[in-house]
């Protein structure tokens, strides 16, 4: 094989390999605790991923706006113990949305330690226990 094929293949491969890195790089999200979260204020600002149990007296939605407020904790034993992170979503009021339901939460934390959410995913163990009970107590 000519040496120019071989210097100029190795450069191609070279610069996909920088593209795909800086488009991970870019992409990157961090997975986080609430209390990973409070105490990594480098974070603020940045895009992190948070998951945390719903403190069902805490929900309010306004239906005009659609702007849905509810706060977090890391899980439910943390309710009343740990200081809950206020969740502020802009979109329509997820069905499963309700106490100690897990939401898992994109977006960044403000300088006033309000979160906001651009992807708000929720999932109710209750519901599917309900559904399906063998497969919810592993038998």
């Known amino acids: 094989m000519k040496p120019k094929y071989l210097l100029g293949g190795s450069l191609l491969l070279m610069a996909v390999a920088v593209v795909i890195i800086q488009g991970l790089a870019s992409n990157a999200q961090y997975f986080l605790t609430i209390e990973q979260l409070r105490e990594r204020s480098e974070m603020q600002g940045q895009n992190v991923r948070v998951s945390g149990s719903v403190i069902g007296d805490s929900i309010q939605f306004d239906a005009q706006t659609l702007r849905l407020e509810f706060q977090i904790v890391d899980s439910v034993e943390q309710i009343g113990v740990q200081p809950p992170l206020t969740i502020a979503y802009e979109g329509p009021k997820p069905e499963l949305l309700e106490d100690h ?37 592993g038998n």
């Open 101 to 137: 339901a897990q939401a898992i939460v994109e977006g960044r934390l403000g300088p006033d330690g309000e979160f906001q959410a651009d992807t708000l995913l929720l999932k109710c163990p209750t519901r599917y226990e309900e559904q399906f009970p063998n497969q919810a107590q």
